[in-house]
């Protein structure tokens, strides 16, 4: 069966600093994609980035990027910069495809960013 | 595209009532996943639909659930009885199958409140 765990309920980070959002996984797959949404007050749910299993190296989307670390099974998720509006619950998924191909999601970290 | 939409985004119902979400997925997306996020249990998978079929209902809760996807443009989600414990934001998903195989796009959420 497939695990993603979260082990920070919640952090803070000072406004314009950099912050890391854990997530280790557990899966027998070879083959998995690892994926970071976060999700405002608002509710909605906003994708980020994505990793697969076989990508060398480490994905980047702008403010955003996971350290995958595959031998520690771990996607830690960096924010650079921190702005107010990065303030939201932060959820890891992964995804296998021999495994139904659906999202399993952790437990979620709440971020929040000081002024 | 619009994105994924539900309807309706907040439901207020009875207890005994029965209750129907809708979704509307991405055009072209294969893939329809039914969500449920409560702040006990987190983001649970109810079921999931593989061009139009329901391939994976183990996260559904009990025989009061049932979801259909009569055509690749709609889905609904029913509760028949409804409970209190049924309270929660349910959210549905869709994404593209391979070779595209993107990430999961949710709609803005269904907030149900049973009382």
């Known amino acids: 069966a497939q695990k993603i765990t979260q082990t920070q309920p919640g952090m803070f980070v000072q406004e314009k600093e950099a912050v890391t959002l854990d997530c280790t996984y557990d899966?027998?797959?070879?083959?998995?994609?690892l994926f970071w949404y976060k999700q405002p007050s608002s509710g909605e749910m906003i994708f980020l980035i994505y990793q697969g299993s076989y990508d060398e190296q480490n994905a980047t989307e702008g403010r955003y990027s996971l350290n995958f670390q595959k031998a520690r099974k771990s996607a830690n998720l960096v924010i650079s910069a921190s702005q107010l509006g990065d303030s939201a619950m932060y959820f890891c998924?992964?995804?296998?495809?021999?495994?139904?191909?659906?999202?399993?999601f952790g437990g979620g970290t709440r971020l929040m960013v000081k002024p | 595209d619009a994105g994924v939409i539900q309807s309706p985004r907040h439901e207020v119902t009875e207890m005994g009532q029965e209750v129907t979400l809708r979704c509307k997925p991405i055009?072209?997306?294969?893939?329809l996943f039914w969500y449920r996020q409560t702040m006990m249990r987190g983001l649970e998978l109810l079921i999931y639909?593989?061009?139009?079929?329901?391939?994976?209902d183990s996260g559904m809760p009990e025989d009061r659930f049932s979801a259909k996807m009569p055509n690749a443009s709609f889905s609904t989600l029913k509760i028949q009885p409804s409970e209190p414990r049924d309270s929660a934001v349910y959210f549905c998903a869709s994404r593209s199958g391979p070779p595209q195989d993107t990430e999961a796009f949710f709609g803005q959420g269904t907030r149900l409140t049973v009382v």
């Open positions: 055009s072209g997306h294969d893939y």
């Open positions: 899966t027998s797959d070879q083959s998995y994609g």
């Open positions: 998924a992964m995804r296998c495809p021999n495994a139904g191909n659906m999202l399993t």
């Open positions: 639909f593989n061009n139009n079929v329901p391939i994976d």
